[in-house]
């Protein structure tokens, strides 16, 4: 499945935002992104759940860039599986570190 850019259109106040509407194909995906604590770490907007109702929502540039850059990654499919038990294990134990870095 291609994933459509979301495109932000300029607004006059407050300067160097933009506005995008967000849906509910974009609540699921933000919502795996959440879970995956990838929100906070990759400079992700923190979005509520009454921005996807198709009210416009403002971000900066950065921010839809991020959102755009997420969105499209978690559509691509996962690279090759581990092919021995160490690399699983050496996968798993990156996961961790990695969610526990977050987390302190």
């Known amino acids: 499945m291609e994933y459509e850019p979301i495109q932000g259109k300029p607004v006059r106040f407050p300067p160097g935002r933009l506005r995008i509407r967000l849906d509910e194909r974009h609540r699921s995906a933000y919502r795996a992104l959440y879970a995956r604590y990838q929100s906070i770490l990759a400079g992700l907007p923190v979005l509520k759940e009454r921005d996807f109702d198709g ?3 403002l971000v900066t ?4 860039d991020a959102l755009n850059g997420a969105f499209s990654k978690l559509l691509k499919p996962p690279h090759e599986a581990p092919t021995s038990v160490f690399e699983s294990q050496e996968a798993a134990k990156s996961r961790l570190f990695k969610r526990l870095q977050y987390l302190s």
């Open 55 to 57: 009210r416009p929502v």
């Open 61 to 64: 540039a950065v921010q839809l």
